[in-house]
């Protein structure tokens, strides 16, 4: 059985990066995609940003030149750089491979 994990998360000042990586346990067959969502405390969870099988990247509106979504090539992972963070940014951020989905690490920005 696949498993995923998140890690990188913590506290950062605002202005700070974090950097957060995806790993899966086992192969997951074909190509997919990988998704990094997040929700904060009261409110829906959303999604951040999608790396697809061939690399393009999408984000959502509130993070778009600040996060950069990233994968690795040989190994199933993916990574969230998140630069110029913003308390608004608070959130445990959930990671998704194909339709894997990891319990989230948190991300918490205050200074």
């Known amino acids: 059985q696949v498993q995923v994990v998140e890690s990188g998360g913590g506290l950062v000042q605002p202005g700070g990066s974090l950097r957060l990586s995806c790993a899966a346990s086992?192969?997951?067959?074909?190509?997919?995609?990988g998704h990094w969502y997040r929700q904060a405390p009261g409110k829906e969870r959303e999604l951040v940003a999608t790396i697809t099988a061939g690399g393009g990247a999408f984000y959502a509106d509130g993070v778009r030149g600040r996060f950069a979504v990233s994968r690795d090539s040989a190994k199933p992972m993916i990574h969230l750089q998140m630069n110029d963070l913003k308390p608004e940014d608070t959130a445990v951020y959930y990671c998704?491979?194909?339709?894997?989905w990891g319990r989230g690490t948190q991300v918490n920005v205050s200074s």
């Open positions: 998704v491979l194909a339709h894997y």
């Open positions: 086992g192969s997951i067959l074909g190509a997919y995609n």
